[in-house]
């Protein structure tokens, strides 16, 4: 298991629109599936607990960080979590803290 995150449904870049079945991935007008920006987020296939810390105690979710730093995909998953308001794990680099952070700083900035 991985995390993901759902893309906004409608048409895409060349005509493409996202999965109406809401997995993120975009399918062309052939019909043909395209890799997602899911398929390569680093985080695929490991395992799921690492990303879901205790809360309560930050250097648990220094591993997960980690990950995310190094991976390609990192700011969709993270903008993803703070557009869904993902209330738990790691998400993107960031906890559940940073992300309310972010939304209180992009709100006094708007």
Do not use: Y
Not at 15 to 31: E, L
Not at 56 to 76: F, K, P, S, T
């Amino acid at each position: 298991m991985f995390l993901t995150l759902g893309l906004v449904r409608g048409r895409g870049a060349g005509g493409a629109s996202t999965d109406p079945t809401g997995t993120g991935s975009i399918i062309d007008r052939g019909g043909s599936r395209m890799r997602s920006w899911r398929d390569q987020a680093k985080c695929r296939g490991l395992d799921p607990e690492i990303f879901f810390p205790d809360p309560e105690i930050e250097e648990d979710a220094d591993e997960a960080i980690a990950i995310c730093m190094e991976c390609r995909v990192q700011e969709a998953c993270l903008e993803n979590a703070i557009a869904r308001r993902e209330k738990d794990g790691v998400w993107g680099g960031a906890t559940v803290k940073e992300r309310r952070r972010i939304i209180r700083r992009r709100r006094r900035s708007a």
